[in-house]
């Protein structure tokens, strides 16, 4: 904690398992948003995870790390985590003046958010990312989750297509809010130099780089893109694709291009340096991640789309989930049926054809949106005006 940061006298006691150092765009949300609502008053309950201790000395807020170990011989095995969460959040509760109570997810955090509040007498607010509601099936999940949002005073959704599911769960309309995540408008800006890495690839300066960023999963659609290459290479186009991300579909997509009649033209880049991260987005001409659902498995919103909207590049979504919140089709990309190969193929040469300069339009104004919407900023802005709608 650092006790020497100015930040507006905010007191919210924050519960989520995912908070910076840990990687991934949720850890990344919360963190941002509440070192911008508030100071050393506001309490956040996390994880303890390797590089905490540094992080959190720069943090402004007051940091609790807590061990949140799951053991497979009790059942259910998440039980201590549940058990952790829930007395230290009375003991902070207690302790300090706290305001209102944040759950970074519905499982465990809101649930003990919503037990705790009853006994502190403070109202609860829940984030909502949609991937839960559509795969957590168990009924005893659907239960707890159902107990949590309908209990807690706002839901705070990250889509359009979020709300939709917590209305389907019986949370009453006015309860649920649509947020959207945000994007690091200074990391993630344009006119960054990618040219280094187009030429690690070996791309011609007239080639044009796809490029995909996320965990290595089916519902990405990153197959689909690689699988299209022979056919937009077939109607003319120089173009290659990168994907950036780890996961369990790593030899599968190794497979993919072992077996492509071009692998020179498909890049497994694996895992990159957050550096890295936005000079890669410099270096493509389009973003894509046709994602489609597999089972239950959905994309919720997407902020791999903001970040390379803020990086002034299109993208390409597919039709599933919510992903039409983060891009919107025709305006700042395409999305298609990303069930469909030459959906996604026809789609993409909508975007790299140079003669129609739809890519370039829809760059433009994906950038002027990420920027003015996105920004983290922007986002807890709107959180601290909504959230300041609730009383004791």
Request: glycine share 10%; hydrophobic share 40%; aromatic share 8%.
């Amino acid at each position: 904690m650092n006790a020497n940061a100015t930040r507006p006298d905010a007191r919210y006691l924050v519960l989520t398992e995912l908070f910076q150092p840990t990687k991934g765009g949720t850890a990344v949300w919360f963190d941002e948003v509440y070192r911008r609502m508030g100071g050393a008053g506001t309490h956040i309950l996390t994880a303890d995870v390797a590089g905490a201790a540094e992080h959190d000395t720069a943090s402004p807020n007051t940091v609790h790390r807590l061990g949140l170990k799951r053991y497979s011989w009790i059942r259910p095995e998440s039980l201590p985590v549940y058990a952790e969460f829930f007395f230290k959040t009375l003991s902070v509760g207690w302790r300090h003046p706290v305001t209102q109570i944040h759950a970074g997810r519905v499982l465990p955090e809101g649930l003990v958010a919503v037990r705790a509040g009853r006994l502190l007498r403070l109202p609860v607010v829940i984030y909502a990312h949609g991937e839960e509601i559509t795969t957590w099936r168990q009924p005893r999940r659907v239960k707890a989750m159902t107990e949590a949002y309908c209990a807690a005073q706002l839901v705070i959704a990250n889509s359009d297509f979020t709300r939709d599911l917590l209305l389907g769960m019986g949370v009453r309309p006015e309860r649920v809010v649509i947020i959207n995540p945000g994007v690091d408008t200074e990391r993630f800006r344009p006119g960054l130099d990618g040219s280094a890495l187009r030429a690690s690839l070996g791309l011609e300066p007239s080639a044009k780089l796809i490029l995909s960023v996320g965990r290595l999963s089916r519902r990405k659609g990153f197959d689909y893109v690689m699988q299209s290459l022979p056919e937009l290479v077939d109607r003319g186009l120089d173009v290659h694709h990168a994907v950036i991300g780890k996961g369990e579909d790593k030899d599968y997509l190794e497979q993919i291009r072992a077996e492509s009649p071009m692998p020179e033209r498909i890049h497994l880049l694996g895992g990159i340096s957050a550096e890295d991260l936005p000079l890669w987005y410099a270096a493509s001409d389009l973003f894509a991640m046709p994602n489609r659902d597999i089972g239950a498995d959905t994309e919720g919103f997407g902020m791999v789309y903001i970040e390379a909207a803020a990086c002034g590049r299109a993208s390409l979504a597919g039709m599933a989930g919510g992903t039409g919140s983060a891009v919107l089709d025709g305006e700042t990309g395409l999305r298609c049926d990303g069930n469909s190969l030459p959906a996604v193929t026809d789609a993409l040469f909508q975007l790299l054809n140079p003669a129609n300069g739809v890519a370039a339009e829809c760059a433009r104004r994906a950038e002027l949106r990420a920027h003015r919407d996105f920004s983290w900023s922007a986002v807890a802005e709107r959180t601290t005006s909504i959230c300041s709608t609730l009383s004791r």
